[in-house]
C-alpha cells in the first residue's frame, strides 16, 4: 500500500526545573546496555547490537514497537491485523505462525521482562529510555527460545529533577484521514534522594477513511490509550527498586477490508472503498506490572524482577469482504502471565565475571 503521510506539529511544550551542567566541548554519547544483563557501554559488548536511545525514538516519531525495524539492521516484521500481534524476524529468522500460544524465535522484553505471547508485542512506544536489538542466538542469557535474536525495550526512569514534557501533532494519512497524537511526561522528586515518580501519558486517534457501500457509513477508525506510571525508591545508595504500571487500550477497525473490489469482484480492488455487511474490529487490551530491585555490592550485585501481564483481545473480522453473509472470523484471547527472576552478578572490575540466576 502506497502510503503518503505528512506530520505537521502544531503544540510542543518542554519544560525542565532544575539545574544542568553544560558542555560546549561535543563528544560522542556512550550508550549503556544490559545486552549481557550487566550496564555496559554498548561500544564495549561483543555482540551484534543496535542500540537507539530515546531521544533518537522521539526525533524518529515512533508509534508502536513495529517501528523499531527502521532502525534496526536485519531486523523485519509482519502482521495481519495493522499494528496487533508482529511476527519479528532477525537476518530473515522467525516464526511466522499467528497462534497466539507460539513462542516466537525473536525474543520480546520490556524492562527484563520477557513477553511471551506473541499478542502483547503490538504495544505502544513512548517515553523510553532506549532500545536494543540483538542479532543472533541468545539462549544463554535471555532464554531458550531467542535463537533469531531478542528485542529489549527500556521505559523512561524517574529521576529527582522536576520535568513537565509534552506534545501533539497532526498528520494525513491514508485518503488524507487525519491522525492525532497527544503525549506528556510528568517526573519529579516526592521525596529528595528517597523517592521520584514519572508519569507518562499517549492518546492517538486516526479518523475513518474507507467507504463502506453496503451500509453508506465510513470506517478505518483507530483509536489507543496508554498510561505508564513509574517509582522509584532509593532507601540506601546499595539499593535501587523500581516498580513499574502500565495500561494500555487499543481499537482498530481498518484491517482486511481490501480483500474484494467495491463491486464484489477481485478485480482491482480498491483499498479506499468497501462492501462489507458487517463491521470489523480489533480489539486489544494490555496491563502490565513489574518490580525490579537491585542491591550494588563491593565483590557482587544482587536483583530480582517480579513482572505479571494481562493481555485480552477481541476481534471480528468480515472474511469473505462483501456485502454477502458468506464468512466471518471470531478471535477472544486471554493471556495471564508471571515471570521472576532472581540474578546474583559478579563486579565488573573482577578478572572472572560470572552470572548466576533462576527464572520462572
Known sequence: MNELKYIATIFALFLSFGTTAGNSDRTLEEIVVTAKKRPEIAQNVPLSISTITGNGIRDLEWDNSIDIIKQSTALSAETWSGKSQPRFKIRGLGTSDYNIGQLSAVGFYVNEVVINSPISHGIEIYDLERVEVLRGPQGTLWGKNNTAGAIHVVTAKPTHEYQLMGSSSIGFVNNDAPEHQLEAVINGSIKEDLLAARLALKRTRRDNWIDNLATGDEVGQAD??????????????????????????????????????????????????????????????????????????????????????????????????????????????DIEQFNQEFRITSSPADALRWILGFHY
Open 224 to 333: 489507543s490509550t496508554a498510561g505508564r506510571l513509574s517509582l522509584l525508591y532509593t532507601p540506601s545508595t546499595a539499593w535501587d527498586i523500581n516498580l513499574i504500571a502500565e495500561v494500555s487500550d487499543q481499537e482498530d477497525d481498518a484491517y482486511s477490508y481490501a480483500g474484494l473490489a467495491a463491486d464484489s469482484s477481485l478485480a482491482k480492488p480498491n483499498i479506499y472503498k468497501t462492501n462489507l455487511d458487517a463491521k470489523n474490529f480489533d480489539e486489544n487490551e494490555y496491563r502490565n506490572i513489574t518490580l525490579n530491585a537491585s542491591w550494588q555490592g563491593e565483590h557482587l550485585s544482587f536483583t530480582t524482577i517480579s513482572g505479571y501481564l494481562e493481555t485480552e483481545r477481541r476481534v471480528f473480522q468480515d472474511e469473505d469482504a462483501s456485502e454477502n453473509d458468506i464468512s466471518f472470523d471470531i478471535y477472544l484471547s
